[in-house]
């Protein structure tokens, strides 16, 4: 019978397995309902192990959005580990959900949000536990409807044939016209099948139907064109903007697990959408306008979910949180609230000002100054002109320095490695700016007792950004780079001494760039990754370089023609059909600006520089101040 | 400050919770239940919650016990009732008592009552094992510490164990069951130990993974019976609302 649980042939192997609580659900804020109060029934899936998937946002918002509607059934599942994946496959456990333990292929939905395209691998191990064949083309009406959002969704071309559709964007209000769409057509008795349902979605022209789009390619390996193979869909397929975050304030109930996650906080998205402008940041450039949550509308939050969940910390989310029109009075707000009451909180600080220091001043008023975390991205005054992010070498050490004096001892830098144009120097200059940031750090506080991090992330050029033409270095160039960047730092022994180096090899961003890039032709690339074990690749101990060359060579797949090559303008990108809002020849325009060192301006502060969203998308810049204070003052 | 002790239960899927994810959800509860926690001074305060010797990951308990320090005097029903609501359902709080004595709380638990599931094992099967066990004066069993292998005797530990007449042949599938007491020592003897010293003595087969819940814990007397650990700081308070 259809949703009933699994959990009896389960609960057999969870004592053979390790963190069995991972998959047992059980947590605050969980909602279970019974299978027939429901007319369409979601699963989400973040597809990663529990301890990363149970804190997404994403999943937890349109959880709490499906199941506060009546007559919908919203659960959630999880990758499971290899060591439970073969006890199911040896006991015939299907993929589950942990919140009733149902079948994943009993649903009417399968959600799957993807933060990383190196979570392909384990949507086809879902899909196969779940029994739901892996080509699109093959499943019928008795499966799921698989979804692909996040994102990566943003070219989902290289899963476009494991899945039925894909949702580009804010996922809010998508969920809802999906979830309408589809009690519609259960209504009238399924008519038409699996062909019409997907037609009624592809009609929103906001739900991309891959099945009803054909590639054409040129000899040389290019794409021709990307077209409708039906006269009833749209050209271009458009992202979804949700606009007026305060009207949609979730998550109210967060979910709070019993296993140990990477989060353990209340998280509350104070913005969404950044103009900063980053060349290398795809979320940056997919997720605009800039729309922020009001002051009052956070102070609610805050309250509602640390009262619901009894987490004592909060995060501040957002791409540049120290940019929202209210920060200051919202942080000095927040603080003052909870002081002395064990509550922390905690703004993921990427700015490099002195501001962002008097904020951190603010959430850190029980004394304790661990780390702060500021984020240069490049190494040279040149690289950062290149990637529009625009610090100067004086601002980071002058902002690092006054970090120090208040009474931090630990900061981390972060930058990134394969950058377009990049040199060696480049990336030895982190070098230097490390050896100045500890000299000046001494120098102010006369202390040798001040430490920094360097943290270093590959870049993968992502569709949907000016550097969406640009080569990536092969795994061997960012390796020596990151050698020559050590040898730097331990040039001077005293120096090298208080500066920590933390690296990735080169050899996952190449992969995530063939992921990221991909057309429709690198589908049998993952399928044959994942056929021979491939699992959890955004996890070291479990990616495998050597199985993703293999797997490329089997499926005829000339890896460096995807990711080392640079395109040309007038190259058909595989997801040209695919609309972000952002222009292309805007997009191009600034990736000749990168090339020649010109920086780009914020729109929140200077004219409009056209990128194009707002006037395609019929959306509009949301900023404060409102003026307004964080709470009502109350008489005491 | 008040010291209250809390038995509690972890049933059903919940019995996979393991002692560290009790840990951080009980700390949860409290927030949410607003209890009147006391903290520990110091840089980094810790909320004053004290566990004893939690059951293993995977078996189920009818009797676990931690011991709060709060601030403020709280009434110890309204404390379980809220607390219980704080947490979720499958983690239950069963009692909570005002802490009237001194003696330590762990020091009451000497000793385990469990009931262990074998499913798919005969219970003559189970009776031979142990029979065989009984009669040993020594058992040695192999575990995994912290610190790697090592070969200890369970034997000594194991004050009863006992099979008992459970739903054989009714479902189709044969369940011994076995009525397990066993000491409080050092290193711990866990029911699964002295599963493992079963297979030891006897090669008892044992495919379908055992299913363990702890009865209760308290003061092994030497008539084998097992003291409710809190009976001594109910029965002060019951003579405490007499004198006033």
């Not at chain 1, 939050?301 to 919202?330: C, N, P, R, W, Y």
Request: with cysteine; net charge negative; glycine share 8%.
């Amino acid at each position: 019978m259809r949703g009933e649980s699994v959990f009896p042939e389960l609960e057999q192997l969870l004592p053979l397995v390790s963190k069995p609580i991972q998959y047992v659900g059980g947590e605050l804020g969980a909602t279970v309902k019974p299978w027939d109060t429901a007319s369409v029934r979601w699963v989400l899936m973040y597809p990663d192990a529990y301890e990363v998937g149970l804190p997404n946002q994403g999943v937890q918002i349109l959880y709490e959005v499906l199941n506060e509607r009546e007559g919908v059934l919203a659960e959630r599942t999880y990758s499971v580990w290899p060591d439970l994946e073969k006890l199911m496959r040896d006991n015939g456990v299907p993929q589950f959900t942990v919140d009733s333990h149902r079948a994943v292929g009993d649903f009417d939905l399968f959600g799957v949000s993807f933060a990383t395209e190196l979570g392909y691998t384990n949507l086809l191990t879902a899909l196969d536990l779940a029994g739901i064949p892996l080509s699109a083309a093959q499943r019928t009406t008795d499966h799921p409807i698989v979804v692909a959002g996040g994102h990566a969704a943003f070219n989902p071309e290289p899963i476009a044939e494991f899945i039925d559709a894909a949702v580009l964007g804010d996922g809010e209000e998508a969920v809802l016209e999906i979830t309408e769409i589809v009690r519609r057509w259960k209504a009238e008795g399924s008519p038409g099948g699996r062909d019409e349902i997907l037609l009624r979605l592809a009609r929103t022209e906001s739900i991309y139907v891959p099945r009803f789009y054909d590639v054409d390619y040129l000899p040389d390996g290019r794409i021709q064109r990307v077209v409708p193979n039906r006269p009833d869909v749209p050209f271009r397929v458009h992202k979804r903007t949700t606009m007026d975050l305060d009207a949609w304030p979730y998550p109210k109930k967060p979910l709070v697990p019993l296993a140990e996650t990477v989060h353990e906080r209340f998280a509350v998205e104070i913005f969404r959408g950044c103009t900063r402008g980053c060349r290398f940041c795809q979320a940056g450039m997919i997720t605009r306008p800039v729309r922020e949550r009001s002051i009052t509308t956070v102070g609610e939050m805050v309250k509602q979910g640390l009262e619901f969940s009894g987490f004592q910390e909060v995060g501040l989310l957002s791409l540049s949180s120290a940019d929202h029109t209210e920060i200051g009075d919202m942080c000095k707000g927040l603080a003052d609230q909870y002081e002395g009451s064990n509550v922390s909180l905690s703004l993921p600080s990427t700015r490099v000002d002195a501001f962002n220091i008097d904020l951190a001043q603010e959430l850190s008023r029980n004394g304790r100054r661990t780390g702060l975390t500021f984020a240069p991205e490049g190494g040279s005054e040149r690289i950062r002109r290149v990637i529009n992010k625009m610090v100067s070498e004086e601002d980071l050490i002058r902002t690092v320095v006054t970090a120090y004096s208040n009474g931090w001892r630990q900061v981390k830098l972060y930058f990134m490695c394969g950058l377009p144009t990049e040199t060696d120097e480049d990336v030895v200059q982190i070098a230097r700016l490390a050896h100045e940031v500890i000299k000046s750090g001494r120098a102010a506080t006369g202390s040798k007792e001040v430490r920094c991090t360097v943290s270093i992330g590959g870049f993968v050029p992502k569709p949907h950004t000016p550097f969406q033409w640009a080569a990536m270095d092969t795994p061997e160039v960012i390796d020596n780079r990151l050698k020559l960047l050590k040898q730097a730092i331990n040039s001077d022994r005293s120096l090298g001494r208080a500066i920590g180096f933390r690296y990735h090899d080169g050899q996952p961003s190449l992969i995530e760039g063939l992921l990221a890039r991909g057309d429709r032709r690198v589908a049998a690339v993952i399928r044959e990754a994942w056929a021979m074990g491939g699992r959890f690749d955004g996890w070291s101990e479990h990616f495998s370089y050597q199985r993703w060359l293999e797997a490329c060579t089997n499926a005829g797949v000339d890896i460096w023609w995807y990711t080392t090559r640079e395109r040309e303008e007038s190259e058909v990108l595989p997801w040209d059909h695919l609309d972000s809002g952002l222009d292309k020849e805007w997009l191009w325009k600034d990736w000749q600006d990168a090339l020649t060192e010109y920086e780009q301006d914020d729109c929140r502060w200077t004219p409009c520089f056209d990128c194009g969203v707002c006037p395609s998308m019929d959306t509009h810049i949301q900023i404060g101040p409102t003026g307004r204070k964080l709470l009502p003052l109350t008489v005491v | 400050m008040q010291r209250v002790r809390v038995r509690y239960a972890k049933r059903g899927p919940l019995r996979f919770t393991s002692h560290r994810d009790f840990a951080r959800a009980i700390e949860r509860a409290i927030h949410r239940a607003r209890v009147p926690i006391a903290y520990s001074q110091g840089f980094t305060p810790h909320p004053k919650i004290s566990f004893s010797s939690a059951a293993p990951t995977g078996v189920a308990s009818e009797a676990e016990y931690l011991e709060l320090g709060l601030r403020e005097r709280v009434e110890p029903d309204r404390l379980a009732k809220d607390l219980d609501e704080a947490l979720s359902p499958g983690l239950d709080i069963v009692e909570v008592v005002e802490a009237l004595t001194t003696d330590s709380l762990s020091d009451r638990l000497t000793a385990s009552h469990w009931r262990v599931e074998l499913p798919g094992v005969a219970v003559s099967a189970a009776a031979e094992a142990v029979a065989a066990f009984v009669a040993e004066q020594e058992v040695l069993v192999e575990r995994l510490f912290k610190q790697g292998r090592r070969t200890f005797d369970v034997r000594p530990a194991v004050h009863s164990i006992t099979p008992v007449e459970g739903p054989d042949g009714s479902i189709g599938v044969p369940c011994a069951i076995l009525d397990l007491v066993v000491r409080q020592v050092t290193p711990s003897v866990r029911p699964d130990d002295v599963l493992s010293g079963l297979r030891a003595v006897a090669d008892l087969d044992m495919a379908a993974p055992a299913r363990v819940i702890r009865l209760s814990q308290g003061t092994l007397t030497p008539r084998g019976e097992i003291v409710d650990p809190l009976a001594l700081d109910r029965d002060a308070a019951v003579v405490g609302n007499r004198l006033t």
